[in-house]
C-alpha cells in the first residue's frame, strides 16, 4: 500500500515556504476590497438562482475529455440548475496572456486554471475564499498539507488545487534492460548511465520538459537556493556545481532539447530518447507500443526535490449569485469521487487524503505496472513550490530561453550562470548585490 506523506515542516524547506507566505497587509485588504463579500456557510443557507458560469482552462487531449465529463455530469446532477460552460484557451502560455489582458480590462472569467505566479499583478481580483471552505461539506482540512500552503501563500485562501503533479523519470525500461542499465537514483548516476546508453546506441538518456523547473529541482537537490524578489540566489559554489551538472549533460550528448515535438512524451513514444523527466500526467500522453515503459522518482543528489507543479482554480466572478454557484462547482471538482475519476483518467494527482484511502484509489496504484503513482508518492515528502512574487512568472521564462539558448550554443558552466544571474537580476530590476548576501548566508 502507498500514501502521501505529507512535507517536512522543517529545515529550510519550511523556511522557504513560510517565507513565500510572507504578503503584505496591504495585499490582502486590496484583495478584500476588490472582490464581493462572500457569504459564511457556517451561518447562512445557500440560495443559488439558475445561472451559467464560464470556466477558462487550458487542458488538452484526455485532461479536455476528463473535465468534460466531469463537468457535463455536475450540469445535469447539480441542484440548483448551474450550467457551467468550458473555455479552452489554448496552452498555459496563452491562458495566462488571457487572463492578464482581461484583468486589465476588468472582464475575468467566473473561474479560471491558474499557476500561483500569473496573478500576482490583479491580487486585487481574486475572490477570497476563507468563508466558502467553511462549507460542511467541503471539509478543508482533508486537502494535501503542501497544496493547501500554496493555496494560502497570498496570506488568505486563494484558490483550491486542481490538477496537481509532480516530476517523475520516464524511460524506456525495454531499452535499459537491453543495455544493462540500473535506473539512475543520482546525478552520477544519471551521467554514467547516460554515457553507457550513448556508447551503445548513440541515443539521449534525459529530455526535460521545463528547463525552468529543472534547474529549480536540482539547485534544490544540490542544498541551494534558488530565487527570490531580491534576484538570483545561486551564484555561488553551489550553484555552480549545478548548472556544470546541467551543462555537462547537454554538452556530453547525453541530454537533448525537444525541438519541434514541444513534450517528450512524443519523442519517447517514437523510441527516439531513453528517458525524459516530465510531469507524471505525462503518462496519459505515451504510447508504449512495442517497447515498456518505466517510470521512478527523478535523480537526487544531496538532497531529494521534487518540483509541485499544476494549476489551482482561482474564482474571479464580481456576482455574489455566480460566486455561490461557481464554489458549488469548485467544490464538486475537489470531492473525493471527482479527483479520484481525474485521476485515474489523467495521471494527476489526488487533491484529498482520504482519496489516497479509498478501497478503488489503493487498487488502481497497485494496478499501476508502470509505477508512475507510486513513484510521484514516493517523492511527496520532498516536494517544493515555485517561489511567488511580483516578477516570478517572468523570471521562470527568462531562465528558461536562457538555458536553451547556453545548451544550442554549448556554453561553459561558468559563463552561463553569469548569465542566468544576470538575466535574473535585470529582469527583477535588481543589482544582485542583496541576492549575493543572501546566497553566501545559504551556502554556509
Not at 27 to 44: C, K, Q, Y
Not at 232 to 242: K, P, S, Y
Request: hydrophobic share 35%; aromatic share 12%.
Amino acid at each position: 500500500m502507498y500514501y502521501l506523506v505529507p512535507m517536512p515542516e522543517t529545515g529550510k524547506r519550511k523556511e522557504k515556504f513560510m517565507k513565500l507566505r510572507k504578503v503584505s497587509a496591504v495585499l490582502m485588504s486590496m484583495s478584500m476590497v476588490g472582490a464581493m463579500a462572500v457569504p459564511t456557510f457556517a451561518d447562512e443557507a445557500k440560495t443559488i438562482e439558475p445561472c451559467e458560469i464560464t470556466f477558462w482552462h487550458a487542458m488538452n487531449g484526455k485532461q479536455e475529455e476528463s473535465l468534460t465529463a466531469l463537468t457535463d455530469k455536475f450540469n445535469e446532477e447539480n441542484e440548483y440548475g448551474i450550467t457551467v460552460t468550458l473555455v479552452n484557451q489554448g496552452n498555459y502560455s496563452d491562458l495566462s496572456t488571457k487572463l492578464t489582458a482581461n484583468a486589465a480590462a476588468d472582464t475575468l472569467p467566473d473561474l479560471s486554471q491558474c499557476y500561483n505566479n500569473w496573478v500576482t499583478a490583479y491580487t486585487d481580483k481574486i475572490v477570497p475564499l476563507d468563508d466558502f471552505v467553511t462549507d460542511e461539506d467541503f471539509d478543508y482540512d482533508d486537502l494535501i498539507d503542501s497544496y493547501k500552503d500554496e493555496c494560502e501563500v497570498y496570506g488568505f485562501v486563494a484558490c483550491v488545487p486542481f490538477n496537481k503533479s509532480t516530476y517523475v523519470y520516464f524511460y524506456n525500461k525495454t531499452l535499459f534492460d537491453e543495455v544493462g542499465i540500473d535506473v539512475p537514483t543520482t546525478w552520477d548516476e544519471l551521467t554514467e548511465a547516460g554515457k553507457k546508453l550513448k556508447e551503445a546506441k548513440d541515443i539521449e538518456i534525459l529530455g526535460v520538459d521545463d528547463l525552468s523547473g529543472f534547474l529549480e529541482a536540482s539547485l534544490h537537490q544540490n542544498d541551494c537556493e534558488y530565487v527570490s524578489e531580491d534576484g538570483a540566489l545561486f551564484d555561488n559554489e553551489a550553484g555552480l556545481e549545478t548548472v556544470s551538472y546541467i551543462m555537462n549533460l547537454y554538452n556530453s550528448g547525453y541530454a537533448r532539447l525537444v525541438g519541434e515535438d514541444s513534450y517528450f512524451s512524443n519523442v519517447i513514444s517514437n523510441q527516439m530518447i531513453g528517458g525524459y523527466i516530465g510531469s507524471c500526467t505525462g503518462v496519459s500522453y505515451i504510447t508504449a507500443d512495442g517497447w515498456e515503459l518505466g517510470v521512478a522518482p527523478v535523480p537526487g543528489n544531496k538532497e531529494k526535490a521534487a518540483n509541485q507543479a499544476g494549476t489551482n482554480i482561482y474564482m474571479f466572478s464580481t456576482d455574489e449569485n455566480k460566486q455561490n454557484a461557481a464554489w458549488e462547482y469548485m467544490k464538486y471538482l475537489t470531492s473525493v469521487d471527482s479527483t479520484i475519476q481525474w485521476s485515474e483518467e489523467t495521471g494527476y494527482l489526488p487533491v484529498r487524503k482520504s482519496a489516497y484511502e479509498t478501497d478503488e484509489f489503493k487498487k488502481f496504484m497497485e494496478d499501476d505496472k508502470t509505477n508512475n503513482y507510486k513513484s510521484a508518492y514516493e517523492q511527496s515528502p520532498y516536494f517544493f513550490a515555485q517561489p511567488v512574487f511580483d516578477g516570478s512568472y517572468d523570471v521562470m521564462n527568462t531562465v528558461s530561453t536562457v538555458l536553451e539558448d547556453s545548451i544550442l550554443d554549448e556554453l561553459e558552466p561558468e559563463e552561463v550562470l553569469e548569465n542566468l544571474v544576470t538575466e535574473i537580476n535585470d529582469k527583477l530590476g535588481v543589482d544582485g548585490v542583496a541576492a549575493e548576501e543572501e546566497s553566501s548566508s545559504v551556502a554556509e
